[in-house]
C-alpha cells in the first residue's frame, strides 16, 4: 500500500538570488513509500514554523 513517508514545505520554483523566501509561491513536496516524489500545489503559505524547521532546501544568509 502507498503510504506517505515525509512531507515537507517546498518552493514550487528555487528562489532567485537575493529574493526573500516570503515572495516565493509553496505548496508540500510529498515522498511516497516507492520512493516517489510529489508536489501538491497550495493556495495558502505553510506557516514560519513549518518553513524554518523543514528538513531540506534551506536559504543560507550571505555573509556580509
Not at 45 to 53: A, F, K, L, Y
Amino acid at each position: 500500500m502507498r503510504e506517505i513517508v515525509n512531507k515537507e514545505p517546498w518552493w514550487a520554483a528555487p528562489p532567485k538570488p537575493g529574493q526573500d523566501e516570503a515572495e516565493l509561491d509553496w505548496g508540500w513536496l510529498v515522498i511516497y513509500s516507492e520512493g516517489e516524489p510529489r508536489f501538491e500545489f497550495i493556495k495558502q503559505r505553510p506557516s514560519e514554523s513549518e518553513i524554518r524547521n523543514r528538513k531540506s532546501c534551506r536559504i543560507t544568509p550571505q555573509s556580509d
